[in-house]
T-cell receptor, first 110, second 117 residues
Framework: GENVEQHPSTLSVQEGDSAVIKCTYS??????FPWYKQELGKRPQLIID?????GEKKDQRIAVTLNKTAKHFSLHITETQPEDSAVYFC?????????FGTGTRLLVSP | DSGVTQTPKHLITATGQRVTLRCSPR?????VYWYQQSLDQGLQFLIQ???????AKGNILERFSAQQFPDLHSELNLSSLELGDSALYFC????????????????FGQGTRLTVV
């Protein structure tokens, strides 16, 4: 939390490829890491989250991995589809607020 | 539908004016957050309220203020508006059990798109 860095800022893949987005955080006390998807002009929506007591969580084509020692977590999307095109934000708890990464614009080309 | 309601959806106003954005959190959620998102930018934290009390402030301008009422709805007041204040303003709420508990999903409203001309 407090400082969350997200990479890359843009990511272009072909349909069917995998996409990986990485985030690092600074507060070692953080223990909740959500990922939000925001389609153009719409609200951010939670797609998956992970808590510090597990290292990986999957939900169909989406997975999140967490490395607490290195203080980074990643979003993995497999078999990407055009409807996966959006901006993805990672987040981590800060002091009484959720701190968001700067976002990754994912473009999936047919 | 996230259960968080923001009004109005769109607002166009002139520089120097004052506007009020309204947010109704999900039923039972005590925490309300306000975020600003400028064009193609990230989510900038403005302010958080928990059960009527201000709990955290981000890079919120002095021209901006907010409050949370006893019924838990919140208002964000923007005054002396400038062109650069044009942005999407999101409200989010969460069911965290205390102001310090950030381990709970935040649900976002649809946002208010403010255009200052």
């Amino acid at each position: 939390g407090e400082n969350v860095e997200q990479h890359p800022s843009t990511l272009s893949v072909q349909e069917g490829d995998s996409a990986v987005i990485k985030c690092t955080y600074s507060d070692s006390a953080s223990n909740y890491f959500p990922w939000y998807k925001q389609e153009l002009g719409k609200r951010p929506q939670l797609i998956i989250d992970i808590r510090s007591n597990v290292g990986e969580k999957k939900d169909q084509r989406i997975a999140v991995t967490l490395n607490k020692t290195a203080k980074h977590f990643s979003l993995h999307i497999t078999e990407t589809q055009p409807e996966d095109s959006a901006v993805y934000f990672c987040a981590a708890p800060g002091f009484q607020k959720l701190v968001f990464g700067t976002g990754t614009r994912l473009l999936v080309s047919p | 539908d996230s259960g968080v309601t923001q009004t109005p959806k769109h607002l166009i106003t002139a520089t120097g004016q004052r506007v009020t954005l309204r947010c109704s959190p999900r039923s039972g959620d005590l925490s309300v957050y306000w975020y600003q998102q400028s064009l193609d930018q990230g989510l900038q934290f403005l302010i958080q309220y928990y059960n009527g009390e201000e709990r955290a402030k981000g890079n919120i301008l002095e021209r901006f203020s907010a409050q949370q009422f006893p019924d838990l709805h919140s208002e964000l007041n923007l005054s002396s508006l400038e062109l650069g204040d044009s942005a999407l303003y999101f409200c989010a709420s969460s069911a965290n059990t205390s102001a310090w508990d950030m381990n709970t999903e935040a649900f976002f409203g649809q946002g208010t798109r403010l255009t200052v001309v």
